[in-house]
């Protein structure tokens, strides 16, 4: 017997099973409206997100280069503002790649309109890439801005630019996915405000940024190499100046398993809907 029908409506027997999505196997329209949306938020307020980050850059040049490697010797064979320009960068790239999709996830679910993600037939890999697509652009946008300003400065090019491209695409992943664990976590911004001050910003502080961690005495200099960041800024440093302090080899294999891993961790939460669901 023939199921009956509405006028203007596919008969029941050419709708999809239960289970099967109707727009195949990837909601690109999805995708992509939710990744323009992400891109979209930050662009909007880019004063704040490309050109602030640009200036506080410079102001770390002004105070480390200028009142303290002015009688520093070189590190590493390289002048001190050489040595500190791709720490700086790496160290911007990492904040903004976090604060993109914490921000946006936090301010979702204080304002309580994280269901308009939800509800939106977007798989758990669909909102993964479409938040980690936000960070990814802001995050290479940051650094493509402080890159141009560090070679105008130092007056050297880019030793390896597939290297450094690799290392700012690395710490965009990572620094998303970590920002998307942290918004999934928080529930107000203070909690947000608590992740950034007590775990990020000191572990990208205390990861190579300023310094070689080679001068550290010992535990410090080898607790700094289970510093997952020390990699991402070592590795910019190489990619900039051809200069490092860890395999860069290494650095790239150890940074993939960590993105690896924290994306999988985001990637499980968001499917599961953990502290998602309202």
Known sequence: ??????????????????????????????????????VMRFMAVWQ???FAPLMTAGLFVV???MALGQGRGQIMGLPYLVFLGPG?????????????????????KVQGNI??????????????AGYLAGSVVRAGLVAMVIGIGMVLVTGRGIAHPGWTLAFVLLAALMLGGLGILAGIMAQKFDQMAAITNFVITPLS???????????????????????????????????VTGVSDAPV??????????????????????????????
Request: hydrophobic share 45%.
């Open 1 to 38: 017997m023939t199921p009956p029908t509405m006028p203007g409506l596919p008969p029941l027997s050419d709708s999809p099973a239960m289970g099967v999505r109707r727009f195949g196997r990837v909601n690109w329209l999805g995708l992509r409206t939710l990744a323009r949306r992400e």
């Open 48 to 50: 704040q997100t490309i």
């Open 63 to 65: 105070v480390f280069a």
């Open 88 to 108: 700086i960068l790496m160290m911007t790239v990492i904040q903004n790649a976090f604060a993109n999709t914490s921000s946006s996830i936090t301010a979702a």
């Open 115 to 128: 269901v308009d993600t939800l509800m939106p037939p977007l798989s758990a890999g669909e909102l993964l």
């Open 205 to 239: 502080f205390l990861s190579g940024t300023f310094y070689s961690v080679q001068a550290l005495p010992q535990p410090f200099s080898t607790l700094s190499h289970w510093n997952p960041i020390f990699y991402l800024i070592d590795g910019a440093r190489y990619g």
């Open 249 to 278: 080899w290494r650095g790239a294999l150890i940074c993939t398993g960590v993105v690896a891993g924290v994306l999988y961790l985001a990637w499980r939460w968001l499917r599961s809907g953990y502290r998602m669901k309202p």
